[in-house]
């Protein structure tokens, strides 16, 4: 109960301080298993996406947060935990488990997901080159369709190293979905996933 009202909270403070617009480009928002992906400059991406999906596709979508980050305090982890459900990963490097492992469980469960193939946040105009985990998400599930996204002014709500958010017009972009292209190479797979984002900044 507690986490639903938070919900509604966290929905109507995104609202009231963004604008919360979704803009769907390609593809409509429907109840199907995607996989999500977007440029990454705040704290706050997380809770746009989750903000400009309807209802019925946040049921059923969750968003990959890094583990050490979003579980050192309970707060935290009981929000993303309680609230958002979203899949901890781990960025360091453990020569016993595969990263992905978290995100292969979750889409082979037929969730969908919000992923930040950036890896980490940036703060230049464009998104900084993708990493490898959506090329193997994409390879691993070839009939899930790979929908790019592109969050405009979040980082103005809330930038790298503050705290406390500011009211901003902001908006999410939805593009046409991608697939992998058969003998399509990791690199000029990535570089067209993130040319596709980029693409939805002017729509």
């Not at 469960?109 to 464009?126: C, K, V, Y």
């Not at 490898?132 to 969050?151: H, K, T």
């Not at 190293?161 to 908006?171: I, R």
């Amino acid at each position: 109960m507690l986490a639903k009202l938070m919900s509604y909270f966290l929905l109507g403070l995104v609202r009231v301080l963004t604008g919360s617009q979704a803009r769907w480009y390609g593809c409509p928002p429907k109840a199907e298993q995607r996989i999500y992906f977007a440029n990454h400059q705040s704290h706050a991406d997380l809770v746009m996406i989750w903000a400009a999906l309807p209802q019925e596709l946040r049921a059923h979508t969750r968003a990959i947060a890094a583990r050490d980050y979003w579980t050192k305090t309970p707060f935290k982890q009981w929000l993303t935990t309680a609230v958002f459900n979203v899949i901890y990963v781990s960025r360091e490097r453990n020569a016993d488990e595969d990263p992905l492992e978290p995100l292969f469980e979750a889409l082979t469960a037929g969730d969908s997901i919000i992923l930040f193939p950036e890896g980490t946040r940036g703060n230049a105009e464009e998104p900084q080159a993708f990493k490898a985990g959506l090329y193997n998400l994409a390879a691993r599930f070839p009939d899930i369709e790979l929908v790019p996204a592109w969050i405009n002014n979040v980082q103005r709500v809330m930038p790298k190293g503050e705290v406390v958010p500011v009211p901003v017009l902001c908006s999410v972009t939805f593009g046409a979905p991608l697939h992998l292209l058969a003998g399509e190479e990791r690199r000029a797979f990535l570089d067209r996933a993130r040319s596709a984002v980029i693409a939805l900044r002017d729509v």
